[in-house]
């Protein structure tokens, strides 16, 4: 575990803030000022972790019923928060699953930022001079995806599970600096936690349309996305038309409603909007909001708990599909199906890390899956995966 410091505004270099959620006024003003990076080899609880420290540091979410405020005088402003899904399946206390194939990744990254008076330059158009991306090779070849799905299916019928998703990991070795092509994905239209993050060693770029949690006029958010068809006429007829792809939604809509069950207030659970079929980039997707209002004295660690890691990219029973997900998927999630976002003293959004890359060293990491249920046929899932994972490989290459 890594801390920076000394907590002063001139501690680092000011750099245009491009972190999910960050408030759009601020990002010219402000200067990271405190740094926690954490493995799960290092020990302690994440989320225990996280908030302790972002309290430490002048952002207090011990509490998330009081309301803040955000005030751009303030020294204060807030902290990006990035949690893989390894981090989450720690929190539960069941197996992460293989080793991360991007291992210089942290599993828990926290960045607290100043407001600052001195406002950071307008940076130069991004330029990726000498940038080269190599072959991608995958974890897994189509066959042995297609055997992980009946070997899920197998385990449905035995009623082990409802529902596991799997994920599949690609790396390509490339030349010259990542952070461009990790900032073209970042901005891909729709891309609600459109962002990037990056350390020592390491980068990421995100283009999640997916809120994994926030806290929006008091009350406890998610909004799960299951079910995706090519974005034409015929695809969202069929995506509407699809039982398949609308049990498997409601499956992971209920496995929400009671995760966040256990952080709210009793009865306050409720499905606000259910299978809504929206559009992104070149894919229909269906996606529900089931909101709550959160428990007396409910604070980020308990809720990070209960949400982390993702119902829709684990599946149901939320536990017996980890213990699926560690069984047959290669490699680890790494920088996928985990939480980045930002949280400040007035408000807190976290998006899913799906649509997600990162780079470490030597290679750029990409994951792709989806939910399979008992009527998956196993070539269509391994056709869909690699139908979302190459708009994106195309993008990173540039």
């Not at 010219?28 to 972790?49: C, F, H, I, Y």
């Not at 955000?70 to 990006?80: M, N, W």
């Not at 020592?200 to 926030?214: Q, V, Y």
């Not at 213990?323 to 003293?345: D, N």
Request: net charge neutral.
């Amino acid at each position: 575990m890594t801390r920076n410091g000394p907590d002063v505004v001139e501690a680092l270099p000011q750099v245009e803030v491009d972190t999910p959620g960050a408030p759009p006024g601020c990002r010219r003003r402000l200067v990271e000022t405190a740094r926690l990076n954490w493995s799960a080899t290092d020990g302690g609880d994440p989320a225990d972790l996280a908030q302790r420290f972002l309290a430490a540091h002048g952002v207090t979410r011990d509490d998330l019923t009081r309301p803040g405020r955000h005030d751009p005088d303030d020294a204060v402003c807030g902290a990006a928060l990035y949690l893989s899904a390894a981090a989450g399946a720690y929190t539960l206390g069941v197996s992460p699953g293989a080793p991360s194939p991007a291992p210089t990744l942290p599993d828990l990254v926290v960045v607290v930022y100043h407001h600052t008076d001195r406002p950071t330059p307008t940076p130069p158009p991004a330029h990726a001079g000498g940038w080269r991306l190599g072959p991608w090779r995958d974890s897994w070849t189509p066959a042995a995806h297609a055997a992980a799905v009946d070997a899920v299916r197998a385990a449905i019928a035995r009623g082990d599970v409802y529902q596991t998703n799997l994920v599949g990991h690609a790396a390509a070795p490339y030349t010259g600096d990542p952070r461009p092509a990790l900032a073209r994905l970042a901005a891909l239209p729709g891309a609600r936690y459109g962002g990037t993050l990056h350390g020592p060693g390491w980068a990421l770029g995100c283009a999640s349309p997916e809120t994994l949690i926030a806290v929006e006029h008091g009350r406890l958010v998610t909004r799960p996305i299951k079910g995706t068809r090519p974005a034409t006429p015929a695809g969202r007829r069929e995506l509407l038309a699809s039982a398949k792809e609308r049990a498997e939604h409601v499956m992971i809509v209920d496995l929400e409603r009671n995760d966040l069950a256990r952080v709210a207030r009793t009865g306050s659970v409720r499905v606000d909007e259910l299978f809504a079929v929206r559009r992104w980039c070149d894919l229909w997707q269906a996606e529900s909001t089931v909101s709550a209002a959160p428990a007396d004295g409910l604070g980020l660690a308990d809720l990070l708990r209960a949400v982390c890691p993702g119902g829709s990219v684990t599946g149901a029973p939320k536990r017996a599909a980890l213990a699926q997900i560690a069984a047959l998927e290669p490699v680890g999630r790494g920088a996928s199906m985990g939480a980045l976002g930002w949280v400040g003293p007035d408000r807190l959004d976290l998006g899913l890390t799906i649509r997600t890359a990162a780079a470490d060293g030597d290679l750029l990491h990409l994951w792709a899956g989806g939910g399979i249920t008992w009527d998956s046929d196993p070539a269509a899932e391994v056709a869909e995966a690699a139908a979302k994972a190459a708009p994106i490989r195309a993008l990173l290459a540039g």
